[in-house]
């Protein structure tokens, strides 16, 4: 029996995951967080009423077995006009959301069209929006803002889902038929956090019999946290996840060039390994090729990403062993 993997994140941590993994023989499934609000997504929210489109396109993109030019239109993103900065693959699933009724149907439909192996899950169905409330009083409204902030690393009183959403029932048959769980990597409070805001995700992730491997990001985005620690990062995870669940943790272990982390160093800094006396660390060279950002994308990302193939081998070499 082939060995069923859940992925849970957004859509750039995801993608690199799924697209690694689709080459092998086991089950793969995307848990998709549901609270983007930014660039294209943004505007298709506010304009449409439709569901955030953008963390599921970009996952079913990585898990299609569609022809080339198909995906390459799944990430098409116009220049000009007023279809400027929205990507073709939003318009499509927000479309599909409008002839079916139903975001769930619309991604199925679209897995459908793109041949995709594996599933799709928005980790819920309700129309919900992320907020962060500083120390300081201030309101961060929506994943946009919280993925731009540099203050949160001074304290935050409160990261919370509105209206409190219910969860999508699949997610929780997902997490406890799984055989290994893998969070992250992302935007840690815009991607991955969301999901577990989500009423009982946490306590699914909890109960399953699964094993769990946290990958740390690779990179520190600026202002988010105060040091570059992977402990630091993993402490606050299990804040959310209320205990530590954590069978692996795979860390990166190769370094970008200096110019690059130069280059980079507005945005943010390396993610210092400093658990490498925890079992439970696998450091491994999961340093992937300079990532290419299109120049009217409507939100600022990170360039340097984990490698999909180095990632997925790390992954498959861990759920073999189960």
């Not at 002839?99 to 459908?112: K, L, N």
């Not at 962060?132 to 919280?146: A, F, R, T, W, Y």
């Not at 909890?206 to 990179?219: E, Y």
């Amino acid at each position: 029996m082939r060995k069923k993997i859940v992925v849970i994140g957004g859509g750039t941590g995801n993608f690199v995951i799924l697209r690694g993994l689709k080459k092998y023989d086991v089950d793969l499934s995307a848990i998709v967080a549901m609270a983007d609000s930014g660039g294209s997504t943004g505007i298709l929210r506010d304009e449409l009423g439709v569901l955030p489109p953008g963390d599921v396109r970009q996952c079913l993109v990585a898990l299609s077995n569609s022809s080339r030019v198909m995906r390459s239109l799944m990430n098409y993103r116009f220049e000009n006009g007023n279809l400027g900065g929205h990507n073709f693959g939003n318009l499509l699933l927000s479309a599909l959301e409008k002839v079916t009724g139903s975001f769930e149907r619309a991604v199925e439909e679209a897995g459908r069209i793109l041949y995709i192996k594996g599933k799709v899950i928005p980790v819920t169905l309700n129309q919900v929006h992320l907020k962060m409330i500083l120390k300081n009083s201030k309101m961060l409204d929506g994943e946009g803002e919280i993925y731009l902030s540099q203050e949160i690393y001074q304290g935050y009183k409160s990261i919370y889902l509105e209206p409190y959403p219910t969860v999508n029932p699949r997610v929780i048959d997902e997490i406890m038929n799984a055989d290994l769980v893998v969070l992250g990597p992302g935007g840690f409070y815009t991607s991955l956090i969301p999901n577990l805001l989500v009423e009982g995700v946490t306590e699914a992730l909890q109960k399953t019999l699964a094993k769990k491997v946290f990958v740390v990001n690779l990179m520190n985005r600026k202002g988010q946290f105060t040091t570059h620690k992977v402990s630091d990062r993993l402490i606050e995870l299990v804040k959310f996840l209320g205990k530590d669940i954590f069978d692996y943790i795979l860390v990166n272990k190769s370094k970008p060039s200096q110019e690059l982390i130069q280059n980079y160093s507005e945005e943010g800094d390396l993610v210092e390994n400093d658990i490498n006396k925890d079992e439970r660390v696998i450091a491994a060279d999961l340093l992937g090729p300079l990532a290419s950002v299109a120049k009217n994308d409507l939100i600022k990302r990170s360039l340097i990403r984990h490698d999909s193939k180095k990632l997925a081998k790390e992954i498959i070499a861990i759920v073999n062993n189960i």
